[in-house]
């Protein structure tokens, strides 16, 4: 039998039985995740692996290969893998263009269309 308000956490599994989630088993269940809660530091590598820098630019890895092979990113081999220098993939963001970035509707009178198509 569990008793009524009872946690166990070991190194891939917790479990909580409680009958009701009393602030005494909630601080009781945080004092113990506590330590397997810790966020990891920021990586202060000057590097990136290609899944790290798909990742911090949200997009998918073969975006990061067609930056690389149109050598708007350069890569750097260590042995096997490919790595890419962080503070280039910040300028690639920093210098992205601005028809990229600007989402607004042109009205079709300043596209000059009409003039063209006789409208």
């Known amino acids: 039998m569990i008793a009524r308000n009872a946690v166990t956490v070991d190194a891939d599994e917790i479990v909580l039985a409680a009958a009701d989630a009393s602030a005494e088993s909630l601080a009781c269940l945080a004092e113990k995740l506590g ?25 998918s890895r073969q975006r990061i290969d067609d930056l690389l092979s149109s050598r708007r990113l350069t890569r750097v081999k260590e042995g096997r893998r490919t790595l ?14 601005p028809r990229a970035r600007d989402t607004r509707v042109t009205p079709r009178s300043e596209t000059g269309m009409e003039s063209r198509m006789g409208c």
């Open 35 to 59: 330590p397997h809660l810790q966020a990891k530091p920021p990586s202060t590598s000057p590097y990136m692996s290609v899944p790290e820098a798909a990742e911090y630019l949200r997009c």
């Open 84 to 97: 890419v220098r962080r503070e280039e993939i910040e300028e690639h963001l920093r210098s992205a263009s």
